[in-house]
């Protein structure tokens, strides 16, 4: 595992320490939005050695789009607004997310860019998998890794999904007028 202190992320914010302290709250925030199959406690503490929690003040800026990206965060309590430039560099909200949302997945899964900002809307409690974590779990953990991997799936064709749908109801108020 990375050191335990993850000195390259967040060295502005408060570190909570490794997520094994904070099995509960992991646990409850990966099965929220979970609709294959729920994580069981054991999988959540064996999960949470490679977790590293931290708690970020109102304003932080946890990912900034554009900038390279080798984490994903899972938001543990709090809220954080989801920002994403425009044609003309204007940043515009397109979410905010809570507690069980995972963000930063993309860069995780693809080594591209950050796709938005995202900026704690208040204190905020993360918890923080970097690239390298995930994977020696996939070395360690097959089964474990394949659970997650699939949790990461569902997020991302659910994120699809209804960018599709706003899509086709945009065309769609865009036509009748």
Do not use: W
């Amino acid at each position: 595992m990375n050191s335990p202190s993850h000195p390259y992320l967040y060295q502005d914010i408060e570190y909570l320490g490794s997520a094994s302290s904070f099995v509960d709250e992991v646990l409850e925030a990966m099965n929220l939005g979970v609709h294959f199959d729920q994580f069981y406690r054991y999988e959540a503490e064996e999960l949470c050695r490679f977790l590293h929690c931290f708690s970020a003040p109102t304003g932080t800026i946890l990912l900034k789009e554009g900038e390279e990206g080798d984490h994903l965060i899972i938001v543990l309590s709090g809220h954080i607004q989801v920002l994403k430039s425009d044609i003309h560099g204007s940043s515009r909200g397109i979410a905010m997310v809570g507690r069980g949302s995972v963000i930063g997945e993309m860069s995780l899964i693809d080594g591209e860019h950050r796709f938005a900002s995202c900026i704690a809307a208040e204190q905020t409690q993360i918890a923080v998998l970097s690239r390298s974590d995930l994977n020696e779990i996939m070395a360690l953990h097959p089964r474990l890794s394949n659970k997650f991997l699939l949790m990461m799936l569902q997020i991302m064709v659910g994120r699809l999904r209804d960018t599709g749908i706003r899509a086709i109801n945009a065309d769609i108020q865009a036509a009748s007028f």
